[in-house]
Structure formats: C-alpha cells, structure tokens
C-alpha cells in the first residue's frame, strides 16, 4: 500500500506528510528511464546513486553490488501512468468504516476497476458539518507487484511505497514552512513525463502528470548533433545561454507552459485567485536561467527548489555533496521519500 501517506490531516498540515524518525534505510525513486537513490544509516544520509534503470531487476543488481546498500528496509517512490492522486469531496464518515465506503465508490472516482487497484488516503480538511477534501492515491496492483517481486528476488524487504507527487510536496512543506502563505505550483521535469502539484496556501489541491519531459530535448539533440541519447543527455545538462542550443529549449519549454497555463487557469477559475509561486525541480532544473523562461511564459515567480538544502536534512561528515552536484536536481523525489 501506499504507507507514507498520513492518515491525519493534522500531521499534513503541522508537518507536512513528514515523518521525522532516525532511522537506517534506502530510498529508491524508480522512474522511467533512471532509478535513484540515497542511503540513510541512522538518520544521517552517507550515500547516493543515480542509474540508468533499462531492466528494473538487472538495475537493483547492479545497484546491490555497486553500493552494498541496505536491503532489510527499501522506501520506494514511483510515477507511472498505472497510478493517479485525485482530490475531492466526501461525506464525513467514521474513521473505521471510511476506507470501505472509498472502496465502493471508487469506480466512480477512477478509470480502473476497484478491484484492480491498491489505494490509501488522507482527509485534507474539514469544508462544512457534513463534507471532508479527502486525497486518494491509487495504483495498480499489477505494476507494484511486479516492482515488489522485482526486490525481492533480490533479497531487498520493501517498507513503503508512495507517488512521486507526494514525495515532492513532502520536500516542499519542509523545505518552506512559510508556502501556508502563498499558492504555488511544484513542477519536477522527468525523463519520458513530468509531474505538477498545485498547492492552495500549503494544503494540496491539484496533482497531473503531463506530457512534456526531458525526453523531448532529448530526442531533438540526438538528431541534431547525430549522437547517442546518453551524449545527448550530457550536451542538455551543459546549455547554457551561449549554447547554439539554448534557443531549441527557449522554444520547447514556451509549448510547455501552455499546457501549464491551463492548469493555473483551471485553479484560478475554481478558487478565484491566481497563483504566486512555481518551484521547478528535475534535472532540467541545473540549467542556467532556466527559471527564466518559465517566469517569462508564465509571467510568475519562478525557483530552483533545491532538494539537498531542506530544513530536516542531515549529511554525515563522510558525504560528500561533491560527488552528486550535476545530478543532485534529479533527486528531489528521493530526497522528500526520504523526509
């Protein structure tokens, strides 16, 4: 199930999904095209990797005798079209009989059947005497059983799993206590599809995978420069405003935000007030002015969220940041699987 989900709205709004608990395990951010990582030994992060994943099972092989990580306990935080968060109103319901009655109208909430999926929740707020904003989070079972039986056979013990969505607002709240105040979008610009959560004054009311990635870059590099996409991916990571390339991404990220736009429209439109703030996280994100553009399409405040300098985060002395800084945007998932 999806365990790092809070059952309490309280815990989500005083602490933000965050469990603060020194503790030794492995985070894992499975996603379409890397698999990344970080080693926690108690509470203290000493270690963390990122992988091209190509077969899931070969990739934790690797990774088991590359790192030596900890196998007795894997925190697993994943996004896949197999999974959704929806956000809506329900009545109030005792606590003990509240995940049935989900159960029963699941089918009206998703596009699986109730009987196909795993789901968890938590009740967001109170909005009357009679209606609760409830968060569901759902995933197929077929796709986390295969994840899970894809760890095991390598003798790894699964603790949690969760959605990249609410990986990134647990990074967020703790990253700023002060978002109670303010509306703001988090966008984390992955490989294959990005993930976007719109959050009204801390509290989430909006979360959408969208089509546009790094992938789409990607692929225009590729037959430009005639290179392999792992080269490509090297020559994306260095563009900079001097780059003959540099106009390519101004272009590509102008369509994005279109499709951005009518997210904010649709917040805008259903809350009567715009947003403030978009934090942009992904690899992406290590692009000079990057937050640039957006804030020019957009014509909104934009920032880097920097995973690695959250308020809860502790480094041990043997780790050194050195090694992950051209990577460390691609760990914002990872890093708030570890809060």
Not at 61 to 90: G, M
Not at 156 to 162: A, G, L, V
Not at 211 to 238: C, G, H, Q
Not at 293 to 305: P, T
């Amino acid at each position: 199930m999806l365990k790092n989900i809070q059952k309490k709205a309280s815990k989500l709004v005083e602490k933000g999904l965050i469990k603060r608990k020194a503790e030794t395990f492995t985070a894992v951010n499975i996603g379409s095209y890397f698999i990344k990582g970080i080693v926690v030994k108690s509470g203290q992060i000493t270690d963390c990797f990122i992988k091209i994943k190509k077969d899931l099972p070969e990739a934790i092989e690797e990774l088991k005798v590359d790192k030596n990580i900890p196998t007795k306990k894997v925190k697993i935080s994943l996004k896949s079209p197999d999974c959704l968060v929806r956000y809506f109103s329900f009545p109030k319901t005792e606590k003990r009989k509240l995940k049935e009655a989900l159960y029963y109208q699941l089918n009206k909430l998703i596009p699986y059947s109730p009987d196909e999926v795993y789901f968890d929740y938590i009740i967001l707020k109170q909005l009357n005497s009679s209606q609760n904003q409830i968060l569901l989070a759902v995933a197929k079972k077929k796709h986390i059983d295969l994840i899970l039986k894809s760890f095991a056979k390598k003798g790894f013990s699964i603790s949690e799993i969760t959605l990249d969505s609410i990986s990134l607002i647990n990074l967020y709240l703790d990253k700023y206590p002060e978002s109670s105040k303010i509306n703001s979008c988090i966008l984390d610009i992955g490989h294959s599809f990005s993930t976007m959560n719109i959050l009204e004054e801390g509290l989430p009311f909006f979360s959408r995978e969208v089509k546009f990635s790094t992938k789409d870059l990607v692929e225009i590099i590729t037959r430009i420069k005639n290179i392999s996409e792992k080269e490509a991916i090297d020559v994306l990571s260095k563009i900079n405003k001097k780059n003959d390339l540099f106009t390519i991404l101004e272009e590509n990220i102008s369509d994005w935000c279109k499709e951005i736009k009518h997210s904010f429209d649709f917040f805008e439109l259903n809350k009567g007030k715009s947003l403030d703030k978009l934090y942009i996280t992904g690899g992406l994100a290590a692009i000079p002015n990057i937050a640039d553009i957006f804030s020019e399409n957009l014509e909104i405040d934009s920032e880097i969220l920097i995973p690695d300098e959250s308020n809860s985060l502790n480094f041990s002395e043997n780790f050194s940041q050195e090694k992950y800084k051209n990577y460390r945007h691609n760990l914002a998932v990872t890093f708030g699987l570890v809060l």
